[in-house]
């Protein structure tokens, strides 16, 4: 064989390889943003998970009593949000730290992503989508809009249930108090000053 057969088969050798390398990186690439599906292997698919306990549960929620068939693990936030579809409360954390999931439990402030919901029962849980009455908003919902208090808006619904659990005991809190009662609720977007003016005001109207 010439050289120069030698050069040609190299350089369709390597053509071959950068070609080849290229449908793989390409082929990687749509995989990883989901444009394809790469099949799950075997051992990557999750178990079916087996002895789990369902139990029939009845929740007040808002004034309205609901009948569910429930795993007995299952969270109230997951419960509120999936199976009654009550999306305004939220879940930041899941570990009880950010506060985006606060309801009102009998009067009390309390984070539903630490709380099972068969351990709620016969107990009145308020939501943020209780707080409007009539196509009317709540105070301190109008008072949230009028003084700019939420930005992106992810953690203004436990602001507002943890601040009404203030203003149902306290009509007239002072803004240390105010300021202790939301002091479990992170707001991300550092608007605590205006929320903290929109509880005040509220408190005014109330």
């Given at each position: 064989m010439s050289s120069n057969d030698e050069k040609e088969k190299l350089r369709i050798s390597r053509r071959a390889f950068l070609r080849t390398m290229g449908i793989g990186a390409a082929a990687s690439t749509a995989v990883a943003t989901g444009v394809l599906q790469a099949p799950l292997a075997e051992s990557a698919v999750p178990p079916k998970v087996e002895g789990l306990d369902y139990v029939p549960?009845?929740?007040?929620?808002?004034?309205?009593?609901?009948?569910l068939t429930i795993e007995t693990r299952r969270s109230l936030a997951d419960v509120l949000r999936t199976e009654l579809e009550l999306t305004g409360t939220k879940i930041g954390c899941n570990q009880g730290e950010c506060g985006a999931c606060t309801v009102i439990i009998d009067g009390r402030a309390m984070y539903s992503c630490l709380l099972l919901a068969v351990n709620v029962q016969g107990k009145n849980i308020e939501t943020i989508e209780g707080l409007s009455r009539g196509g009317r908003l709540h105070p301190l919902q109008s008072a949230f809009i009028e003084k700019d208090a939420y930005q992106c808006g992810w953690c203004t619904p436990g602001q507002i249930m943890a601040s009404k659990a203030l203003l149902d005991k306290n009509k007239n809190p002072t803004l240390a108090e105010v300021k202790t009662a939301v002091s479990g609720n992170i707001c991300r977007c550092a608007a605590y000053?205006?929320?903290?003016?929109?509880?005040?005001?509220?408190?005014k109207k109330l």
């Open positions: 549960v009845e929740l007040k929620v808002n004034g309205r009593r609901y009948a000053n205006h929320i903290f003016e929109a509880v005040l005001a509220a408190a």
